[in-house]
């Protein structure tokens, strides 16, 4: 697609669900992110895939965290046994490869709200 | 994880205002880059810097590159109110992907 396309856009789920995010990075982009915005703050880098390279998962806060690349191209976020404080939006980004020097295109997030 | 200090952390200002913000690291970066976020959008990039001492311009928006590399500065001049929203700074270095986000300046323009 043209742009970044994230889902879903709202998520609310009650304490101790686990859910799923899904990122469609750009086509053709080689290079994924996910980052976390929590209310009124910065983004938090949470992963990194480029490529067929070992993804970064230096960002996860938690082993409630993770994440896959399927095909190079889709990418899924995983949050098990929620807390209430995995409330935030999750951006996604996308670039071409070494591309964060021209900075990355970000989809417009899932805003997860947990009960 | 380590965040950049941007001030102000918000302004309110009035139509036709001139506007500046800064960011502050204490480590250096390679490469500094400003964007903006709408309520319920992901951020968009409006301006990149790659050089200590760069200053670089995209329509009413200036930016620069601190000598020092460890800060950067945004001027918007004559506000209009699709200003409005929220503006981050990030930095990056060579061989590492990831950006190091501010904490953001929220911008209010009153009419």
């Known amino acids: 697609g043209a742009g970044v396309s994230q889902s879903p856009s709202n998520k609310v789920t009650e304490k101790g669900k686990d859910v799923e995010l899904r990122c469609d990075p750009i086509?053709?982009?080689?290079?994924l992110y996910w980052y976390r915005q929590s209310l009124g703050q910065g983004l938090e880098f949470l992963i990194y895939f480029q490529g067929n390279s070992a993804p970064d998962k230096s960002g996860l806060p938690s082993d409630r965290f993770s994440a896959e690349r399927t095909g190079g191209s889709v990418s899924t976020l995983t949050i098990q046994r929620t807390q209430q404080e995995d409330s935030a939006v999750y951006l996604c980004?996308?670039?071409?490869?070494?591309?964060?020097?021209?900075?990355?295109?970000f989809g417009s997030g899932t805003r997860l709200t947990v009960v | 994880g380590q965040q950049l200090n941007q001030s102000p952390q918000s302004m309110f200002i009035q139509e036709g205002e001139d506007v500046s913000m800064n960011c502050t690291s204490s480590?250096?970066?390679?490469?500094w880059l400003w964007y903006k976020q709408e309520p319920g959008e992901g951020p968009v990039l409006l301006i990149a810097l790659y050089k200590a001492g760069e200053l670089t311009s995209n329509g009413r928006l200036t930016a620069q590159f601190g000598i020092t590399r460890k800060d950067s500065f945004l001027n918007i001049s004559a506000s209009i109110p699709s200003d409005v929203g929220i503006y981050f700074c990030?930095?990056?270095?060579?061989?590492?992907?990831?950006?190091?986000f501010g904490t953001g300046t929220r911008l209010t323009i009153i009419p």
């Open positions: 980004a996308s670039s071409p490869p070494w591309g964060g020097d021209y900075g990355y295109t």
């Open positions: 086509s053709g982009h080689t290079a």
């Open positions: 990030a930095g990056k270095n060579f061989g590492n992907e990831k950006l190091t």
């Open positions: 480590s250096i970066f390679n490469t």
